[in-house]
């Protein structure tokens, strides 16, 4: 996942631009980079921010930079903002999102004109340069987002910085967050809400699915009407959205205790404790908690002054030793002790399993799990969600092909593992507790994971977890 910000002011906008960006480190990615227009022009830096924050590397830009708009990201891989010069005049662009078709819109590139890219590691193409190269198909930036919205499938919200102001576009669908703030002389636009709190921005709007505007330190225009239908991420909720931040109005942490408080009311599991893994399982297990009366506790605390994320490196195994040693116990709220744990969900279910083997070596006596979401059964289509190459990499899809004695599975029958009252759902559950060595398992329900959104269903996105488009 990644995320951008930009500010639109009448005085300098440097400090807010450098903040707003800043407060999407938690995204967990690998760049960062910040855009700037001036009394010079253009002025840009990147840097790799993969095991240092982002604040630490950007300190030396600040003080150079100056101007009064600016755009910037946290980014999953490539490098932005990217400063492009075309017959669309001089601007910088960024986005958040994911092109499944990334290689027949590069053969379309070549045929509208002889073009070319330049290619990252391993071959791969920039995305934010194929968006940029879309748009330079048309006759001004506004025609281009509309082609860029129409020819590329998965999901792009784009940010575009002129002399004059930013464009801001929210992906076809709604499936991440475009939000504007507003104070005086000034706006800003970010993927989270908490990132302009602390700035003195208060909340104007939620951009629309696909809908278009463009923004200076004193107006908004909207370019584009938004689309009736939408279908945001369900997942920034449940996990990769900040606790303090606001999706269609509703609140991240809100979301997360009324999702612990329903996994409470279907369960009958007595534990001495309940415990969330850190981060964003703690908010899910203070909503059990308050429901089922159970003491919260956390008996175990997450280090983090100096370890990077637990899914920043390319290696599997470097990512589980490192969620593994920021976990430290505490022996007293362990030691014979039944625990139910709560974390946003399981993917591999590698870090999880050691997680409970953790706690049995600590002297845990049961370790009952309860996801905050479905079973994921199928991989993301629409967002970079998860480094997985292949869908055999989730733990319920190799679970499936265990228990049907193929891979080939129609998504008939994987619909069949999804559905909560079936006997192929009941059994994978059980393998799966069996392989992780829980003592229980019980996921959240989907029709009560929607319920704790607050959304209408059609709204949200759960691909991942119903195969539903």
Known sequence: MSGFFGVASKNDCVM?????????????????????????????????????????????????????????????????????????????????????????????????????????????????????A???QKESIVEGIKHVQEVVKGSMSILIMTKDGIYCARDKYGRTPVIIGSKNDAHCVTFESSAFLNLGYHHVKDLGPGEIVFMTHDYLKQEQ???????????LWVYYGYPTSTYEGENVE???????????????????????VPDSGIAHAVGYANQSGIPFARPFIKYTPTWPRSFMPSSQGQRNLIAKMKLIPVQELIKDKSLLLIDDSIVRGTQLRETTEFLYESGAKE??????????????????????????????????????????????????YANPDSERYQAMLEEIRRRLKFTSLRYHRLDDMVESIGLKPCDLCTYCFSGEE
């Open 134 to 136: 879309i748009m330079n």
């Open 254 to 276: 809100m979301m997360r205790n009324r999702c612990g408080e329903l996994l409470a009311k279907r369960d009958d599991a007595k534990p001495d404790f309940v415990a969330g």
């Open 367 to 416: 370790v009952h799990v309860r996801p905050a979401c479905p079973p994921i059964l199928f991989g993301c289509k629409y967002l970079n969600f998860s480094r997985s190459s292949s869908e055999m990499d989730l733990i319920t899809r190799r679970v499936v092909r265990d228990l049907e004695g193929t891979d080939q599975v129609s998504d008939e029958v994987l619909k069949e």
């Open 16 to 132: 807010d631009l450098f903040f707003g960006v800043d407060y999407h480190s938690h995204l967990g990615t690998r760049r960062g980079g910040m855009a700037v227009y001036g009394k010079d022009g253009f002025d840009r830096s990147i840097h790799n921010i993969e095991n240092s924050p982002f604040r630490t590397k950007f300190d030396k830009d600040v003080e150079e930079f100056e101007g009064n708009i600016g755009i910037g990201c946290i980014s999953d891989n490539e490098a932005q903002p990217l400063l492009v010069n075309s017959h669309l005049g001089s601007f910088a662009i960024t986005t958040v999102g994911r092109i499944n078709n990334l290689e027949e819109l590069r053969e379309k590139c070549f045929e509208y004109g002889k073009t070319h890219f330049l290619e990252m590691s391993g071959g791969v193409i920039n995305p934010t340069e194929m968006v940029a």
């Open 225 to 235: 009407a938004p689309f009736e239908k939408m279908k945001i991420c369900s997942f």
